[in-house]
């Protein structure tokens, strides 16, 4: 077989030279294309912007592919459409749409990246209708992708001043409500009416408490002296005193406007201090006036300690009795008028909850609108970009592939002749065979 070969190896190299001399007229007669690639990156998560915290603008992680078949499909009918070649145009204005469909061609790879593939004998002219048509595939799907933000926008901005007049409206009808009611703050007045009300319950209270306590304590304390009758004597002295009957009415009076301060003030107003210090004074002027009595009826007897302990206990329990009733009658008084001024208050609660509820709702759809507002006039300020494009993805002339290229050529060239001239070589060499066996 290799000698049959040997001997017809004229013709092997005729026909493996004559498709090496068809390669170099065909390099030197057709003009090489460029081939100019540029990607576009289809990720999975777009970036948003919010106003009230930047996480969501940030990316979690690894910025991953959208490995999806809508997406896939979805990003190819959009470049492969006439609206991408349209905005294409636009960029190109040497080209015509015939001949930019025939110079482009698209495809996502496996990474998921948009393939921007377009071919031109001169390299100049591929690079950029690659890079021209990734980048007007780009603006297209950001315009896509921005248009019902946009038509949201438009709403907003028309919602926004109607909901501004809402909220205006709302105000004044409170206003008007309360001019009608003839109150600047009904809710205040009110809760300071409760308080008082309060203030006085619990000063009663103490007030009986006290009243309770003397009306056990001095009865006790009174039946104790009644054993000795020297100590009936020093009572009798003490309590018929003027100077002390006078110092207990001081003490009363004092106990009294104590205690419709304490209602009205704080315990560190200066009213209230001022009482305090009075009617400490006045206690001690009792005590003063009862020691006094007590040293003019030991003129007849010597109490002894015991003794002077009952008369100091109970000048004592006189002097915590003195004004408990005045006062307590004062506060009943009091919390008398503060129920009627409870029941004939003009005040619709219900009304005023209800009003402020509508201008809480007012604010509350105002602030929102305006918010979201601010939010999507910032992201489409910032723009929407569903695919990434890298200008270090972009083509340039240093990447550039030759269709068909040199060496390819002559590689091919050199192949399918070597191919041919051993085939040609084998059926020269079977037809000579032929003939030795029957020349006729």
Do not use: C
Not at 28 to 40: C, D, F, R, Y
Not at 95 to 112: G, H, K, N, T
């Amino acid at each position: 077989m290799f000698g049959a070969l040997y001997r017809r190896r004229l013709v092997v190299l005729a026909v493996l030279a004559g498709a090496l001399g068809s390669a170099a007229w065909f390099v030197a007669s057709v003009p090489p294309l460029h081939q100019a690639a540029a990607t576009l990156f289809v990720r999975t998560d777009l970036p948003h912007l919010s106003l009230e915290s930047v996480a969501p603008a940030l990316p979690r992680g690894a910025v991953l592919p959208d490995p999806t078949e809508a997406a896939r499909v979805g990003v190819l009918g959009v470049a492969s459409s006439n609206a991408a070649f349209q905005r294409a145009l636009e960029r190109l204005p040497d080209f015509d749409l015939a001949r930019l469909r025939e110079r482009v061609i698209l495809d996502i790879d496996p990474s998921q990246q948009l393939l921007v593939l377009a071919t031109d004998p001169d390299p100049a002219v591929a690079v950029r209708v690659a890079n021209e048509f990734a980048r007007a595939v780009a603006d297209l799907l950001s315009e896509m992708a921005e248009r019902q933000p946009r038509l949201t926008l438009a709403t907003l901005q028309a919602e926004l001043p109607r909901a501004r007049e809402e909220y205006l409206a709302a105000q004044d009808a409170l206003l008007t409500w309360l001019t009608e009611i003839g109150s600047p703050d009904p809710e205040q007045d009110l809760a300071l009416l409760i308080q008082e009300r309060q203030a006085l319950r619990d000063a009663i209270a103490d007030l009986d408490l006290a009243e309770e306590r003397s009306r056990v304590e001095i009865p006790l304390l009174e039946r104790r002296l009644a054993e000795r009758p020297e100590l009936v004597l020093a009572r009798k002295t003490v309590s018929e005193s003027p100077a002390y009957r006078q110092a207990l009415a001081d003490v009363a009076a004092a106990r009294t406007e104590l205690a419709v301060a304490r209602v009205r003030y704080r315990s560190e107003h200066p009213r209230v201090r001022e009482l305090e210090a009075r009617l400490a004074a006045a206690e001690e002027r009792v005590r003063e006036e009862g020691d006094r009595g007590i040293e003019q009826a030991a003129s007849s007897f010597e109490p002894d300690p015991v003794a002077r302990a009952l008369l100091d206990r109970l000048v004592q329990a006189e002097v915590e009795a003195a004004g408990v009733a005045p006062a307590r009658e004062d506060l009943l008084d009091r919390l008398q008028a503060n129920a009627a001024a409870l029941a004939g208050m003009p005040l619709n609660r219900a009304e005023l909850a209800r009003l402020e509820h509508d201008i809480e709702e007012a604010r509350t759809h105002l602030e929102r609108v305006r918010a979201r507002v601010e939010e999507l006039s910032l992201e489409l300020e910032q723009g929407i970009r569903p695919v990434y494009l890298d200008e270090d993805n972009l083509a340039a002339e240093d990447r550039l592939i030759e269709l068909p290229s040199e060496t390819g050529v002559f590689a091919f060239a050199a192949l399918t002749g070597l191919l041919g001239g051993l085939l040609l070589a084998v059926v020269v060499e079977l037809i000579a065979q032929a003939r030795g066996r029957a020349p006729f």
